[in-house]
C-alpha cells in the first residue's frame, strides 16, 4: 500500500532556530518528491521537487534531501521566521504522475 | 510559478442548495485538473481527476452526482456540490497539471474554496 508518513506531528521551535521535518515513503514506482508549506486557509505551495536521482535541492532557506535507498526525505529550515509558521506537507508521486500521495503533514509553529 | 485561481475564497449556503466552485489555470493551459478536500488538520483527500473534454475520474467512495465536475476548457474546470448538506462542509482544493516550464509533472494548486454548508 501507498504510504507517506511525516514526523513529527507538529513542532514549535523559536524564532531564528533551525528545524527538520521528516517524511518516510512506501510508494511505488517512485516518481518524485515534493514538499509543500500550506498557510492557514490557503492552498498548497510548491517548495521543493526531487526526481530519484536527486538527493538535495534548496529553496532559499529551505533545504529538502532524498534518500531513495532507504526511501527518507527530510526538510530542513534555516533561521526560522514567523512566517514560516504553516503545515509542510511531503508528497509522492507515483508513477505517471497522475497519483500524488500526501502525507499528513507537520504543523510548525514558530514563536517570537 | 504557475498561477491557478478559485472563486469564491469563501461560500456559506443552506441546505439543500448547490454551490458551484471554480478552478482557473491563469498563464498555462491545464490539461488536468484535480480536486481535492481537506478536513481540518487533515491532509489532503483527492475527489476526482478531470481532463480536458472528458469525464472526470472519481475516486472511491465520491458520490458523481454529487460533486459534478466540469472542465470545457484548457483553463477552467468547475466543481459543484448539488444538494448541499452541513457533512459537505469543508475545505476544497483545486490543482492543475499542464505544460509549463516543461516540468510536466508539475502541479499546481489553487487558494481553495471554504464551503460552509448551514
Known amino acids: 500500500k501507498n504510504q507517506v508518513e511525516q514526523s513529527p506531528q507538529s513542532l514549535i521551535i523559536l524564532e531564528g532556530k533551525n528545524c527538520t521535518l521528516q517524511c518516510n515513503y512506501t510508494v511505488s514506482p517512485f516518481s518524485n518528491l515534493r514538499w509543500y508549506k500550506q498557510d492557514t486557509g490557503r492552498g498548497p505551495v510548491s517548495l521543493t521537487i526531487m526526481t530519484f536521482s536527486e538527493n538535495t535541492k534548496s529553496n532559499g532557506r529551505y533545504t529538502a534531501t532524498l534518500d531513495a535507498d532507504t526511501k527518507q526525505s527530510s526538510l530542513h529550515i534555516t533561521a526560522s521566521q514567523l512566517s514560516d509558521s504553516a503545515s509542510y506537507i511531503c508528497v509522492v508521486s507515483a508513477g505517471g504522475y497522475n497519483k500524488l500521495i500526501f502525507g499528513a503533514g507537520t504543523r510548525l509553529a514558530v514563536h517570537p | 510559478g504557475a498561477v491557478v485561481s478559485q472563486h469564491p475564497s469563501r461560500v456559506i449556503c443552506k441546505s439543500g442548495t448547490s454551490v458551484k466552485i471554480e478552478c482557473r489555470s491563469l498563464d498555462f493551459q491545464a490539461t488536468t485538473m484535480f480536486w481535492y478536500r481537506q478536513f481540518p488538520k487533515k491532509s489532503l483527500m483527492l475527489m476526482a481527476t478531470s481532463n480536458e473534454g472528458s469525464k472526470a475520474t472519481y475516486e472511491q467512495g465520491v458520490e458523481k452526482d454529487k460533486f459534478l465536475i466540469n472542465h470545457a476548457s484548457l483553463t477552467l474546470s468547475t466543481l459543484t456540490v448539488t444538494s448541499a448538506h452541513p457533512e459537505d462542509s469543508s475545505f476544497y482544493i483545486c490543482?492543475?497539471?499542464?505544460?509549463?516550464?516543461?516540468?510536466?509533472?508539475?502541479?499546481?494548486f489553487g487558494p481553495g474554496t471554504r464551503l460552509t454548508v448551514t
Open positions: 490543482s492543475a497539471r499542464g505544460s509549463t516550464s516543461g516540468r510536466d509533472y508539475e502541479q499546481y
